[in-house]
């Protein structure tokens, strides 16, 4: 004959876990639940870029091709078409509020084949690179963070608001527009088979210093490269 301790015992486990299993159904609302179709993870290539996508905080020190830092930007922060949507005024491959796109992307190259180390300003309507005079870039990225991320990174970008291209009225947008470009910056490198890494730590007034330029805040730093295997 079981123990009337014991008993007790078992019947307090059962409803407890019976109350348990009633609350974890529950909605937390008093609402029922709509359930979603599953995800399927199959061969489209936007999925595979989601899923592939992690910080890569090492990469070899191999360069990376000219084509593949093109690409890269033109995702980032490039021409899709000129025309003009009536609605959004877009003409990139992300939006910007009013049409202005306020957002600058800075290239600090260390190894890219066909491409001077240096530090470059991403030009969208030409796509094309325009050097800015600097110590060099290894020095400069010294000064910038001391991340080991970008270490052996073959190249360093830099999203910038650029004050002067921008209103009062939008300057709320620029970090939303910050994030849109780090966010096609970051699949287009998994699309690449690189890795990208987003830097958190860095010297605001010292990236200003090394650019020469007063109107911009950095918002994003990134390094990207071939991931170490």
Known sequence: MMHPRNKFL????????TLLLVIISFPVNGKELVGLPQIELNDNDLISAIVDRQAERQFSTEPIALKDLALILWAGNGIKSPQVDSVSHATRTIPSAMGIYPIDVYVFAIQ?????SGIYLYMPDKHALQEIPSINVAEALTKITNQRAVQNASVV????FHQEKSSRMNEKFAYFEAGEVAQNISLMTVERELGSYVIGMYYQEKIIEVLKEENIEPIVLMAVGKPLL
């Open 157 to 160: 970008f830099l999203i910038a």
């Open 10 to 17: 078992s019947y307090f486990w059962i409803i407890s876990l």
């Open 112 to 116: 890219v084949e066909g491409l001077p």
